[in-house]
Structure formats: structure tokens, C-alpha cells
């Protein structure tokens, strides 16, 4: 007698073990999730600060190479600097030194010193003579003579008092011999700021160290300034990977410092000799992970209590489920009615369904369809067989070795079954293996498939004809659903460098992964991820219909897209290369909105792209200037050196404008020495420090054999939905205003 009591016991013993592995298992995924999350968010954080610090080493590295401009050309080309005494001279130096300060406010000091360490020229005032030749950077840039640049570890500056680090750049002869160097202080401040912005979380660090020593220059949150200027030891595991060569990495370990057991990414800068390091705390990044479990620990708790209240009452109903003869009684014809169901279904089936006994293959019941699909009276389908039926079965053995596989599980075959007159059909099974009053049988549910067939052999041969003349295509041609290719032609593969489909397929999945993000075509990032690609080209003009891909040779080739429908599902691809015909184009269009003197754009450009300035302007929620620049007599510099130095003029001048304005501002050539300047920009204060900026640096700038030279700025603000006309006649006002006031000056009408 089956026992349900043992059933329950082991039921819930079985289930506890069960639910435990499974929590442990899934305890250990999340772990190694916990970890796999903590390294990306590391590395990003890295990344973030190497680029804000690298960011401030150029700055510094570009004002050097200002102040080393500044130091060999002023004396030469400057006629006050050569006529004024030393102390003039040092005023005349700090002033062009403090205006490098005012354009980048991360650096503090700039120092100029000579072979001997002395420094001559400062942006600070001296009181004393300061001598910086003790120093280590100073001793390396003099000892080396293939050294440019050194960098010091944390000082504290004799000119400020400040703790800072310093950035000198050497100045060299023809023989590489030192002449003097130049040196601009970073405060250490300002380098714990840019630590300080990143939220490492509770015990997470952030450090700047030297990558050739280790020395630590600068740690947030800094628990000990006594660790400044100390290095790694060498055993320490990031000291012997930046040693090793590696770049970038991440690992975990145990804080020699607090005992604190941290994640870090460190990354080793390419141009500066630093690597920046983010770590957090074992405490910080399992945090989630050490809840998630405690929650699981819960439920695990609660299902062991209602898998408990459950065995109670399963035992409790055990003895209320033995069936009594009545019920057994009543079950019979409850049996005895879903076989009534079953015989009117069988007789109704619209498939030929019928019942088999295994040990004879004698067909025992059947559907209506089942006797038209096989053409046999009623009394001949009564010693009928399915040996009788099926074309290649030869005995009644042949058909159990068939089925021998068969169980309570559905399973799907093709035969081919033989009428009473001869013919044949092909015929799709699905059968499985029932058990009535201790005996098996096979149920099967059987359909006429032959015309499917037909069919489908026709299509295959299509899909053969189609491929054939595909291959003979001399563009890349292919078939797809838009989702995944089902047929590429050679040309395909010889682009992209794939062997064959299965190849291509173990990678990618479409053609269209390899479309390159490019303004001027189409890709995917102009449409919604859940969109198909080849429905939205379809929507553009077939001007239009032009994506740009990279072939096996790196190269970028654009190709011409034409899609014409195969099946209901399939469509045909066709990638035409017009990469020469759109590269042509582009560089007509480029030359004929460009200024052909300075290359500036010019006003057919402006006059096609105005509306477009300011649509953008709306979306991004900023405001548009017009300024014009014009250069103060202007007609001075043809009258004086000619019309050729006037046009050598205007380009150096259109140079310079490019080189201090920013990377979003369009310069257009109006006519003439007269300029418009295209500016989007947050608030007025900015606008007003972006003009002053440019103004003064074309005062400032020493154009070729022409020497110093000012321009004039009007300025004004684009009102919503006014004529531009309107507003470049308000900048030609202001302009006026500023040359009719002394000229060199910025005016803006708002």
C-alpha cells in the first residue's frame, strides 16, 4: 500500500534541503555580483578623476609652454620691455604671468628661474631673492638633459607658503644645456577638492601618487598627513603591477594604514607621471548583498514554518482521504462518463485520430476522418492494422522498435500511410502512450500533409533560385527578417571579413550592428530600440536611404540601401558602395560655405543655417549672441605693408579668433575685416567674460611682421521669433558705439 505518511516526511525534509542549496547558491551568485558592480563602479570613478586631473596638468603644461613664449619673444619684440629696468621689467612679466592666472584658476603661482635655480620673474611679488636649486625637480630638469618636464612631490612653496605641487618646464639650448626653467604651483587644495567631488562611500578612498616612486601626493579622506611623500613598499600588489607595466586594474586588499579591507581600480596616466586609485570599503560594496541575504535567511524561515503548518495538516487529512466505496463507486462513473466524452470527441475530431493496440498494431478506435482520410468501410477498418497503413513498415516488430521510444510524453513524426486504392499520402503524427486497465496503447493524431510539402519544396527551390542569382550580384546583397540575416552573398563576407554565416552568426546577429553614428546617414541611434531598422529607412527618401560602414580594412564606405520584399516575413537587401560620389559631395558643399582667404565660414553658410542656431538654442534651453568683430585700421595694415601681408593678416587673425573662442562658437567672414561670431551661452555674465576674453587676447597676440593689433566688439542677444536681420542690425549699433568710444572695447545691447 502506498504509504502518504513516509511521502510527507521525506516531502518536507526534501524541501528544506532543497531551499537551503538553492539560498546558498544564490547567496554566492549575488556575492560575486556585489564584487563584479563594485569593480565597474571603481573604474568608472577612476576614469572621472584621471580625466579631471589630467584636465589640470594640461592646463598647467599649456600656460608653460604661454610663459615660455612669453619669456623668449618679450624681450625681443617688445620695445617697453627692452628700454625698462629690471624692476619694470619684472612688473611688465607678473602682468602677463597674472593674466595666464585669471584665464586658469587652478594654478596659483607662476615662477620663471634661471640656470641656477634663482628666480627672476614671478606672478607674485618678492621680497626677498628665493633660490630653488636644492629643490628635486629643479635638480632633475638640470641633471637631465633629455628632461622637459618634472614634476615635484607635495612642497611647500617658498613664495606662497602653501602646500602645492609644482609643474617645470625646461628651456634649453641648442647643446640641450639648461638656460632656465618655468614653474607653476597646483595647490594641494585644489587637487583634495577634485578628490573630495567623488562619493567613494563610508571608509572609501580616493589618491593621486607618483607612478615611478609611488609617493603619495594627495588622499581623501587624508587620515594622517604624514603619509604624504611616503612611497609603497615594493611587495605592496599595485606597486609590483605599475612595476610589471600594467596600465589599469583592479583587486582587493587589506589597508596597511586602518586594517580596512577595500576594492580598487587604479589607472596610470599616459602623459604625466601619477596613477589615480579609488577604493571602497568591503563594508560599502556588500552592503546590499549582506541585506539581500538577511532577507533570504527570513523567507527561509518562514517557508520552513508554513512547510511545518502544511505537514500538520497534510497528517491530519490522512486519514480522511482513504476512500470509502461509495466514493470509489462514484469515481467509476465519473470514468464511465469521460469515456462517453471520449468517444463522442473521437468521432468529431476533424484530424484522423485513433487508438492502437501496441501488442497487435490492430487499430482499435477511430475518428470519422480518420476512415475518409483511408478510404476503408466500417467492417474493414475493424481488422485493420498499422502494417496495413504505413507504406514501409513490413511487421508488427518494426512498429514496436518504433515506438519503443514513445511514453506518456507527446512526441511529433512524418509517415507515409497507404490508402485502400493504392495511393499514398504523407502523413504528421503526434502520439503518445496512454495506460487504460493496466495495458499501454499509442494515441495518435494524424493529418494529410502532402500538399504542405509541395509547398514547401517549391518555396526551398525559390530560396535556392534566389541565393544563386544573389551571388551573382556585384553589391552586397542579403536576406533578412531586419532582426537576424538568413543569406548573405560572398561580397558580404569579402566586407566584413567573416568566412561564412555561421561565422558572422557566432558575433552578430544583423547587418546593421556595423552602421556607424554619423549625423549626415542613417543609424540606429536615430531610431527606438524597439524598432526594426529596416521598416524606418523605408520611411526616409531614397536620397536618403545612405549608411556608413567600416569593412575589414578599417576603412569607412558608404553605400546606398535598396529593400524590396522576398516573402511576408523575408526581404531583400541591397548595399550599393557610392562612397565616392557622397565624399565628392561633401567636399563641394564644405568648399562653397567656406571663405576662401581664411576659411572661416561664409554668408551663404549663415544664411542656410541661422533658423538651425537657433532651433537648437530652444531644445538645449540657452540663449543666442551675435557679435561682430572688426579690426581697428584695418586699412593702416594694407597701406602700410600691402594687400598680400592685409590677407596673411586676416588669416592669422581668423587663427587666432578659432584658438580662444570655444569649441561651439561659429566664426562667419561678413565682408571685408568684419566678422560675426555665433555664441550659445548660459547667462549674460558669461557672454560679457567670453567676448572680454577674445577681445584681449587679439590685444595681446603678436601677428606676423603687422606686430599688435586691436578689433572692436558689438554684441546683442536674439530675441524669440524676431527677424535676424533685426538682430544684426542691433550688433552693427553696438559695434558703432564701441568704435565712435575709443575702440578695442566690447559693447553689448541686450
Known amino acids: 500500500m502506498f504509504n502518504i505518511k513516509n511521502l510527507t516526511y521525506g516531502w518536507f525534509l526534501f524541501s528544506i534541503i532543497v531551499i537551503v542549496i538553492i539560498t546558498l547558491l544564490q547567496g554566492y551568485f549575488e556575492y560575486k555580483k556585489s564584487i563584479k558592480d563594485a569593480i ?31 619669456i623668449k619673444t618679450l624681450p625681443k619684440e617688445n620695445k617697453i620691455f627692452q628700454e625698462a629696468n629690471f624692476e619694470e621689467k619684472q612688473k611688465l612679466v607678473a602682468s602677463r604671468f597674472n593674466f595666464l592666472i585669471n584665464n586658469f584658476k587652478n594654478i596659483s603661482v607662476i615662477n620663471y628661474l634661471d640656470a641656477n635655480g634663482n628666480i627672476i620673474y614671478s606672478s607674485n611679488t618678492l621680497q626677498d631673492k628665493i633660490n630653488l636649486s636644492d629643490r628635486k625637480h629643479f635638480l632633475e630638469l638640470k641633471n637631465n638633459k633629455d628632461l622637459m618636464i618634472s614634476f615635484s612631490d607635495v612642497i611647500v612653496s617658498r613664495t606662497t607658503n602653501k602646500t602645492s605641487l609644482a609643474q617645470l618646464l625646461a628651456i634649453r639650448d641648442d647643446k640641450k644645456e639648461l638656460i632656465g626653467a618655468i614653474s607653476v604651483l597646483i595647490d594641494l587644495e585644489i587637487i583634495n577638492n577634485i578628490l573630495a567631488s567623488i562619493d567613494t562611500g563610508k571608509n572609501g578612498v580616493a589618491l593621486l601618487r607618483r607612478s615611478d616612486d609611488r609617493t ?8 594622517d598627513k604624514s603619509e604624504i611623500n611616503k612611497q609603497l613598499p615594493l611587495n605592496n600588489d599595485i606597486s609590483v603591477r605599475i612595476r610589471a607595466g600594467e596600465k589599469s586594474s583592479s583587486l582587493e586588499y587589506i589597508a596597511s594604514t586602518d586594517g580596512e579591507k577595500r576594492l580598487a581600480s587604479f589607472i596610470v596616466m599616459d602623459k604625466y607621471p601619477f596613477y589615480v586609485q579609488v577604493a571602497l570599503s568591503q563594508e560599502e560594496y556588500l552592503k546590499q548583498w549582506k541585506r539581500n541575504l538577511m532577507i533570504v535567511l527570513i523567507l527561509i524561515i518562514l517557508f520552513v514554518l508554513s512547510a511545518f503548518l502544511l505537514f500538520l495538516v497534510v497528517r491530519k487529512s490522512y486519514k480522511r482521504e482513504q476512500l470509502s466505496i461509495d466514493k470509489q463507486k462514484e469515481l ?11 468517444e463522442t470527441l473521437l468521432k468529431l475530431s476533424s484530424d484522423a485520430v485513433f487508438v492502437v493496440d501496441i501488442a497487435t498494431s490492430k487499430i482499435l478506435e477511430y475518428s470519422y476522418q480518420t476512415q475518409k482520410n483511408l478510404r476503408y468501410s466500417n467492417k474493414e477498418m475493424m481488422n485493420l ?46 502520439a503518445a502512450k496512454i495506460r487504460i486497465n493496466e495495458k499501454d496503447y499509442i494515441y495518435s493524431s494524424t493529418r494529410d500533409i502532402t500538399e504542405k510539402i ?13 541565393e544563386k542569382l544573389i551571388e551573382t550580384q556585384n553589391n552586397i546583397v542579403i536576406l ?46 536615430k531610431i527606438n530600440e524597439d524598432e526594426i531598422w529596416l521598416d524606418k529607412i523605408l520611411e526616409l527618401e531614397e536620397s536618403k536611404r545612405v549608411v556608413c560602414m567600416k569593412g575589414k580594412d578599417s576603412l569607412e564606405y558608404l553605400f546606398s540601401v535598396w529593400v524590396n520584399n522576398f516573402d511576408d516575413e523575408t526581404k531583400i537587401v541591397s548595399f550599393t558602395d557610392i562612397s565616392q560620389t557622397i565624399l565628392e559631395n561633401i567636399y563641394l558643399e564644405e568648399k562653397i ?17 541661422y533658423k538651425r ?48 573662442s570655444r569649441k561651439n562658437d561659429i566664426l562667419i567672414r561678413w565682408g571685408g575685416e568684419e566678422f560675426i561670431l555665433i555664441l550659445e551661452f548660459d547667462s549674460s555674465k558669461d557672454l560679457e567674460k567670453i567676448l572680454e576674453n577674445l577681445r584681449n587676447s587679439i590685444e595681446f597676440h603678436n601677428f606676423q611682421k603687422v606686430g599688435n593689433k586691436t578689433c572692436s566688439i558689438g554684441a546683442t542677444i536674439y530675441k524669440d521669433d524676431e527677424d535676424i536681420l533685426k538682430t544684426i542690425k542691433r550688433a552693427d549699433e553696438s559695434l558703432y558705439d564701441a568704435k565712435n568710444s575709443g575702440r578695442n572695447k566690447v559693447i553689448i545691447t541686450y
Do not use: W
Open 40 to 70: 565597474i563602479k571603481t573604474n568608472n570613478l577612476t576614469i572621472l578623476l584621471t580625466k579631471k586631473l589630467e584636465n589640470d596638468f594640461d592646463q598647467a603644461n599649456n600656460i608653460l609652454k604661454f610663459v615660455e613664449n612669453i
Open 216 to 223: 603619495l601626493i594627495s588622499k581623501y579622506p587624508i587620515i
Open 332 to 342: 467509476m462513473n465519473e470514468v464511465l462518463k469521460e469515456k462517453i466524452k471520449y
Open 385 to 430: 492494422t498499422i502494417v496495413d497503413i504505413d507504406r514501409d513498415l513490413k511487421s508488427v516488430e518494426e512498429f514496436k522498435e518504433i515506438i519503443s521510444n514513445i511514453n506518456s510524453e507527446i512526441i511529433s513524426l512524418q509517415r507515409v500511410h497507404q490508402r485502400k486504392d493504392g495511393t499514398f499520402y504523407n502523413a504528421s503524427i503526434t
Open 454 to 466: 509541395k509547398i514547401q519544396n517549391k518555396l526551398e527551390e525559390s530560396y535556392k533560385n534566389l
Open 480 to 525: 533578412t527578417n531586419g532582426k537576424e540575416i538568413k543569406f548573405a552573398n560572398q561580397k558580404f563576407f569579402n566586407f566584413l571579413g567573416f568566412k561564412n554565416l555561421t561565422d558572422f552568426k557566432e558575433k552578430h546577429k544583423c547587418i546593421c550592428e556595423f552602421f556607424i553614428e554619423n549625423d549626415r546617414f542613417f543609424h540606429l541611434k
Open 593 to 609: 560655405l567656406h571663405d576662401k582667404l581664411t576659411n572661416a565660414y561664409n554668408r551663404e553658410f549663415f544664411e542656410n543655417n
Open 613 to 660: 542656431f537657433i532651433d537648437n538654442c530652444k531644445i538645449n534651453n540657452t540663449k543666442l549672441a551675435l557679435a561682430i568683430l572688426d579690426i581697428d585700421y584695418f586699412k593702416d595694415v594694407n597701406d602700410r605693408f600691402g594687400h598680400d601681408v592685409g590677407d596673411l593678416f586676416l588669416i592669422e587673425f581668423v587663427q587666432v579668433i578659432q584658438k580662444y
